[in-house]
């Protein structure tokens, strides 16, 4: 076939080549073109990595494309021609099984035209999809500062980090890792295709050549997970190519961004990590900004407890406690004895009303925080907000296996009574000490609530001080013996 007649094929060709913005969909097309071009029966377009010394991606034409990566270049019957773009080598057509011949000096000609058109295609295809991919990564980011500032919790907050990276990278996971206590760092946050159970817990081990360069503040870049020997973790067999960008705010590490691919994926490009870095910087300053904010919020809503409870024990419980005296004070000037019950049940009705309004305001004192789990740490919490009004924090002994051996159904109990003794504690005269003890060694739990206060009038119940609560005996549990 002469030049002439090749040409419309060639100008199409080329008009093909400019038309789409895809990458990968021009690439085919430029090899699909190379071997109608040339009639040849099989080709292939390698792309080539030039950090790591090899290809990175392969597209070909015809049932033996592929088994032309390995010929060398001077093979018999091999029409090869690199492809250039910005001045650098992207990789190269090979063409083989020229239908008419063996291929000539033409062949070789059109093929260069179609190469140079081919390299202006495929820069102008990486800056689309360049453009394309950072406004993916920035919207990604976007929502997710969205997210975290919208009042998610700290477990949700990091989940949704790793879910939208996972998303932008392509990987197949997202996992963020904080730093532990030992100098460690553990998976907390993780979202995959699969089931995330195993990767929740997953600790990378102080002293990790990875662990050092992450707390240095350098992101870490591994071509295949499963066989690089700095990967220590029992999930590395499963991933290849990964990245490990640090997040940071302020100088600080917060914690560590994870996103690897499955086991023979093409590798990360110089772009990707730019990006993932990007994101990285943009999720941690969001991170901050969350905590920062429910910091705030939390603080608000206490101050705001604070104040109600300062407004009911100045205003209300004064109020209270006067009309108390004043109808006690007439009871006893009272002459009818129906006069003066009526008036005893009202004086004990105020009195009861008071206790709990104070117990009442303990419970406004406690910190909007998450409740402590045992039973030591929510008896703890109630005497540190009685602190608030009392001015000094109540003195605490646990005897015994308290945790153990109190059940839940019975340490709410125990808690409303220890609030019913420390309002009436409050309600004494001088009082500069009070002292809590919960002695769980006997089969009988009990609790006794003591201070150095006077007090007018016996509580509602007639007890004075000291308060004591007593559970009724527990029953064994199995296997356990009796103190």
């Known amino acids: 076939m002469s030049d002439d007649s090749r040409l419309p094929m060639l100008l199409e060709a080329v008009a093909g080549v400019g038309t789409g913005l895809g990458l990968r969909a021009t690439l085919q097309h430029i090899v699909d073109s190379a071997a109608d071009l040339t009639g040849a029966r099989h080709g292939v377009l390698a792309v080539v990595d030039p950090e790591r010394?090899?290809?990175?991606?392969?597209?070909?034409?015809?049932?033996?494309?592929?088994?032309?990566?390995?010929?060398?270049?001077?093979?018999?019957?091999?029409?090869r021609v690199p492809i250039q773009v910005d001045g650098e080598t992207f990789g190269a057509v090979r063409l083989s099984g020229k239908r008419d011949g063996a291929f000539d000096a033409d062949d070789e000609a059109l093929l260069k035209v179609l190469a140079a058109q081919a390299g202006l295609a495929i820069g102008n295809a990486r800056l689309y999809e360049t453009a394309m991919l950072r406004e993916r990564w920035i919207k990604g980011a976007a929502t997710v500062t969205n997210a975290l500032l919208t009042g998610e919790t700290a477990n949700d907050a990091l989940t949704t980090?790793?879910?939208?990276?996972?998303?932008?990278?392509?990987?197949?996971?997202?996992?963020?890792?904080?730093?532990?206590?030992t100098g460690g760092m553990e998976i907390v946050a993780a979202s995959t295709f699969d089931d995330p159970g195993d990767l929740v817990g997953t600790t990378i081990e102080p002293g990790s050549s990875v662990l050092v360069q992450l707390?240095?503040?350098?992101?870490?870049?591994?071509?295949?997970?499963?066989?690089?020997?700095?990967?220590?973790?029992?999930?590395?067999?499963r991933f290849g190519p990964?990245?490990?960008?640090?997040?940071?705010?302020?100088?600080?590490?917060?914690?560590?961004?994870?996103?690897?691919?499955?086991?023979?994926?093409?590798?990360?490009?110089?772009?990707?990590?730019?990006?993932?870095?990007?994101f990285a910087s943009q999720a941690a300053l969001a991170l901050v900004l969350a905590d920062a904010q429910q910091n705030r919020e939390q603080l608000a809503v206490y101050e705001d407890r604070d104040r109600i409870a300062r407004d009911l024990h100045d205003l209300v419980i004064q109020r209270l406690f006067a009309t108390e005296m004043m109808l006690e004070s007439t009871r006893r000037r009272a002459n009818g004895a129906d006069?003066?019950?009526?008036?005893?049940?009202?004086?004990?009705?105020?009195?009861?009303?008071?206790?709990?309004?104070?117990?009442?305001?303990?419970?406004l004192q406690q910190p909007p925080a998450r409740a402590p789990s045992t039973l030591r740490g929510r008896v703890l919490r109630e005497t540190e907000g009685a602190g608030v009004l009392l001015g000094f924090i109540p003195s605490v002994r646990f005897l015994g296996p308290v945790d153990s051996r109190i059940?839940?159904?019975?340490?709410?109990?125990?808690?409303?009574?220890?609030?019913?003794?420390?309002?009436?504690?409050?309600?004494a005269a001088n009082v500069s000490h009070i002292?809590?003890?919960?002695d769980a060694r006997a089969q009988t739990v009990r609790m006794t609530v003591t201070h150095d206060g006077t007090s007018e009038t016996p509580d509602a119940e007639g007890g004075t001080n000291p308060a004591v609560w007593e559970a009724p005996p527990e029953s064994p549990r199995p296997g356990t013996p009796l103190p």
Not at 62 to 77: K, Q, T
Not at 261 to 271: A, F, G, H, L, T
């Open 53 to 79: 010394d090899r290809l990175s991606d392969v597209f070909s034409t015809g049932s033996a494309g592929e088994a032309l990566i390995s010929l060398p270049v001077d093979s018999p019957g091999l029409l």
């Open 161 to 181: 980090v790793a879910e939208q990276a996972r998303s932008l990278a392509d990987a197949v996971a997202g996992v963020v890792l904080l730093p532990t206590e």
């Open 215 to 237: 707390l240095g503040g350098e992101p870490v870049f591994i071509g295949d997970s499963s066989t690089d020997p700095r990967m220590t973790t029992h999930v590395r067999a």
């Open 242 to 278: 990964s990245m490990m960008i640090p997040l940071q705010s302020g100088g600080k590490l917060i914690g560590t961004l994870a996103l690897p691919r499955r086991r023979s994926s093409r590798p990360y490009s110089d772009v990707d990590r730019t990006l993932a870095m990007q």
């Open 339 to 363: 006069l003066g019950e009526l008036i005893g049940r009202a004086v004990d009705e105020l009195d009861s009303t008071i206790q709990d309004v104070r117990t009442a305001i303990f419970a």
């Open 407 to 427: 059940p839940d159904t019975m340490s709410g109990e125990l808690l409303a009574e220890l609030r019913r003794a420390l309002a009436l504690a409050h309600r």
């Open 435 to 438: 002292t809590v003890v919960i």
